[in-house]
């Protein structure tokens, strides 16, 4: 996935920030699925003009774990 954004492993730190900034505004206005421990309000997002999934899960303690990659 970071060839494919065209990035550096130490590069890929700038847009998952964004991705963690996106989770903690959507936790601040109670958009994070409490019930169910996943957000599910943003999916994907474009980033250098290639679509980028995402999938984030709370653990215990509302620890937020971030997964992004590609579906087939």
């Not at 990035?7 to 998952?16: G, N, W």
């Not at 989770?23 to 290639?50: C, P, V």
């Not at 999938?55 to 937020?64: M, N, P, R, S, V």
């Amino acid at each position: 996935m970071v060839r494919r954004l065209g990035l550096t492993h130490p590069r890929l730190a700038r847009p998952l920030f964004h991705v963690l900034n996106m989770m903690e505004e959507d936790l601040r206005l109670n958009r994070w699925n409490m019930a169910g421990h996943r957000w599910e309000n943003i999916t994907s997002f474009y980033y250098q003009g290639k679509k980028v999934f995402v999938e984030a899960e709370d653990t215990k303690g509302g620890q937020k774990s971030i997964r992004a990659g590609r579906k087939n």
